[in-house]
């Protein structure tokens, strides 16, 4: 039978602590807005489904209905509604978002 150390203990309780407090920090930062500059920039919707596929042509590529920030590599997932993107730095964009970033 293993033992746990008391430095595994602390350990254990310094994580569970900064996890806490990104999960807390997370949930105080702004939705990013429709008319945000970097969000017109780079095409994003708050709903994968209305994108204008004829002016975002990857949106169009095949597999394309299956774009959305859930399904992007760079996403961080806050809970089921919001997550982070590095392209949006200090804001929540939502999980069924969409922008010209999107990467597989
Ligand atoms: Fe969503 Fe990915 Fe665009 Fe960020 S880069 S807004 S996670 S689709």
Same mark, same amino acid.
């Given at each position: 039978m293993?033992?746990i150390?008391?430095?595994?203990?602390? $350990?254990?309780?310094?994580?569970?602590?900064?996890?806490?407090?990104?999960?807390?920090?997370?949930?105080?930062?702004?939705?990013?807005?429709?008319?945000?500059?970097?969000?017109?920039?780079?095409?994003?919707?708050?709903?994968?489904?209305?994108?204008?596929?004829?002016?975002?042509?990857?949106?169009?590529?095949p597999g394309?209905?299956?774009?959305?920030?859930?399904?992007?590599?760079?996403?961080?997932?806050?809970?089921?509604?919001?997550?982070?993107?590095?392209i949006?730095?200090?804001?929540?964009?939502?999980? $069924?978002g969409?922008? $010209?970033?999107?990467?597989?």
């Amino acid at each position: 039978m293993s033992k746990i150390t008391r430095r595994q203990v602390i $350990n254990t309780a310094i994580a569970l602590a900064g996890t806490t407090v990104i999960a807390r920090f997370s949930h105080a930062q702004d939705i990013i807005a429709s008319d945000d500059a970097t969000a017109l920039a780079m095409g994003y919707v708050a709903d994968h489904t209305t994108v204008d596929t004829a002016k975002w042509t990857k949106k169009a590529s095949p597999g394309g209905e299956n774009q959305k920030c859930t399904s992007c590599t760079i996403y961080q997932r806050i809970d089921d509604d919001y997550g982070l993107c590095p392209i949006f730095i200090g804001k929540r964009v939502h999980a $069924n978002g969409w922008c $010209n970033g999107w990467v597989a």
